[in-house]
């Protein structure tokens, strides 16, 4: 039995931001959206794949309108609510039985950088990253156990560079790296035959395509860029998605209040728009695979016009597309929690504050998205001390529940009113576990902490659990597979470099 | 007459501030009318409304939409008293740009915040737009006879397309025609900039502002010194 995903309470104990009334009403300004706004698509197949769908199509400008609603709804319905995401070792197999069932953890970046810290000297440098440094954070995560599954911290930067194929050459790592469920397969600027060899690539690690099909160790991932456009990049993706039968998790990322409207409702409708209409294009042209839907409300900050200043907006936003996608659809949901601060203590500070809210508002999959485009690996204990209490509340939950066990008034009054047994007293002691201590917080006396040179929690607790955390070798793969693996990157180097 | 011509001037510089584009046009009518000169009515009038915005933006005082309807404010209203400057009389613009989003990237929120910033400040810029390959930014620069080309790139799948760039310059004889500069939301920093060949990027428009007019001016003087 898969260990993976944290048992949630039950969804009328989740926050919930809108009523029934309410999410129906975005979801209805989500389909006139679809009908009179559209979406612009930079590929003829795509635009084609959405005519055979019943929509209105314009060659020229290349938009899309007048998505049919009743298709879209007959479509979205083939979802499938529960679904398998395999990990290479079934013991991480992500058993999803439908929304706000379990909640599953992992960090994220897709940073194109290393942040290296310089001990000696005290200063970052940042340095390109390539699929080394993928599977260098992919077995870190694999070796944390509050991450239940494992998506990509480092982009395959270099040999994008060296105009290789790029996300073949990261999948490579993720799934020699990782035991777990390997994650993002993203967009290559490469050519979409890339996703040929990706196919394959997966197929050696799973036994074949069928088995990749029955078990399959990743999704695709599309953003639509500000506000409902999907360049060619994300086309192709799409396409192979399709043609692999691969699950997906599109995301639209309209921007308030520069790139989309300044409330979190026109927002969220727009954003829920672009989601209703990619799902409703996997399902019709590959009826009954995994769509999970991944609603970013976002926001720029209006002084800089960079991402990152948490408002009110965005998380409100998040929170009530997971609410619409459970309620409405009955299908999970997966959120991003990004933060573009620079430092490690506001990122720390970011993320803890956004992924409270997505704890609480039941998000399925919550990716801790982080670093930016350098990541400075010092994250990874970060997000699992962030994923720990969020793990801890979720799997506690029921202590508050006013059951005569959790009362315990007969114990009470056994133990008396100045309460010295309460220490040691079996009824306790049997519920310790529910206590966790911290993945790898400072639980020093404040004397003890200055003594020892009144440490930094992120800057040096959390980089000297790295050391620790850096030992971790994943489960490998065997030689024989690795080897054919390896073949067919060199291959796929060799015929698809560009320039 | 002063007197008056003083108050012209300011109702353009208040109503660029304001971003009040009926004001703008009224103030423009009011100069013309009034015979003030054209071109100091944008220097003295429009320039000095639009610096402090620009100023009181990189004081992080206003918000980036704030200073882009003041920037679209001061386009319309200079280009109305341009008609009446001969073409010879026109002012100089502090530097011509060729502007615009590489191949495959379709982000511009940061080209055209560029756009106006540059504009707001007197360059005159041409925003080619997104998904632009490396030929369209030379061919606008060889036609307008660009002194900068900046290209920008958000995704970091689409960077490569910014030392392509480079390349071409460098191939055809062109490096040292133009100021090259890079920049975008995913932009790796001082390395990546070296590799693509380019003289500076940014990532902070009114970094990118004075790295540009100091590009410029380094550039005047060395071909001064020539």
Known sequence: MAKTGVPLPS???????????????????????????????????????AEEMGCSVNYETKIVTD???????????????????????PEWDVEVEGPARRQYWAPESGATDVLVWDEKGKKYYRRRASSKDTLYAAKIVDG???????????????????????????????????????????????????????????????????????????????????????NRFNSWLFRASVKYHWPIMPAVTAAAPLMGPAMAAGNAAISHAGLLFMIALKQFHDPGVA?????????????????????????????????LWHELYGLPTAQYGGTFAASLDQQAFNLARYMALQIISGTDFIFEQCGGEAFDPALIPICAEIARMGRTLMSTFHQIYPTPENLALDVTKE?????????????????????????????????????????????????????????????????DVVERMNAIVKEGNEKLRVR | MSANKESILKKLADAVINFDEAAAMAAVNEAISGQVDPVEAITRGLTAGIKEVGDKFGRGEIPLPFLMLAAQVMEKAMNELLKYVPEDKRPEPLGVMVLGTVEGDIHNLGTNIVTAVFTA????????????????????AEEVNADIIGASALMSNTLQQQKFLGEALKKRGLRDKYIYMVGGGAFPGEEWCRECGADDYATDVMIALEKAKNLIAERKKRKAKK
């Open chain 1, 291 to 323: 769509a999970v839907p991944n609603n970013i409300v976002f926001s720029l900050d209006p002084m800089t016009g960079r991402g990152g200043a948490h408002v009110p907006h965005f998380m409100l936003g998040t929170c009530a597309m997971n609410q």
């Open chain 1, 67 to 89: 998505i049919p609603e009743h298709v879209v709804r007959e479509q979205v319905r083939k979802a499938p609510r529960s679904f398998l995401l395999a990990g290479r070792d």
């Open chain 2, 121 to 140: 400040a007197g360059f005159k810029v041409y925003n080619i737009g997104v998904d632009q390959p490396v030929e369209n930014f030379i061919k606008k």
């Open chain 1, 415 to 479: 133990v008396g009113a100045k309460g010295e047994k309460w220490m040691t007293h079996k009824y306790n002691l049997d519920r310790l576990k529910m206590f966790p201590s911290g993945f790898c917080l400072d639980t020093d006396a404040f004397d003890t902490w200055l003594g020892k040179g009144a440490r930094s929690w992120v800057y040096d607790l959390c980089r000297e659990k790295l050391k620790e955390l850096e030992k971790h070798e994943p489960k490998p793969l065997p030689k």
């Open chain 1, 144 to 230: 944390i156990d509050d991450f239940d599954v494992n998506v990509y911290i480092y982009d395959a930067a270099e040999e994008g560079h060296q105009g290789l194929p790029s996300e073949l050459n990261k999948m490579n790592a993720m799934l020699q790296g990782t035991t777990k469920w390997a994650g993002h397969l993203c967009t290559t600027v490469s050519t979409i035959e890339e996703y040929d060899y990706v196919e394959k690539l997966a197929a050696e690690v799973a036994g074949g395509e069928e088995e990749l099909r029955k078990r399959p160790l990743f999704w695709t991932v599309y953003n639509y860029i500000g506000t409902l456009q999907l």
């Open chain 1, 11 to 49: 969804r009328n104990r989740l926050w919930r931001v809108l009523d029934k009334e309410e999410l129906e009403i975005i979801d209805t300004a989500a389909y006139k959206v679809l009908k009179d706004v559209g979406v612009f698509i930079d590929d003829n197949e795509l635009l084609k794949m």
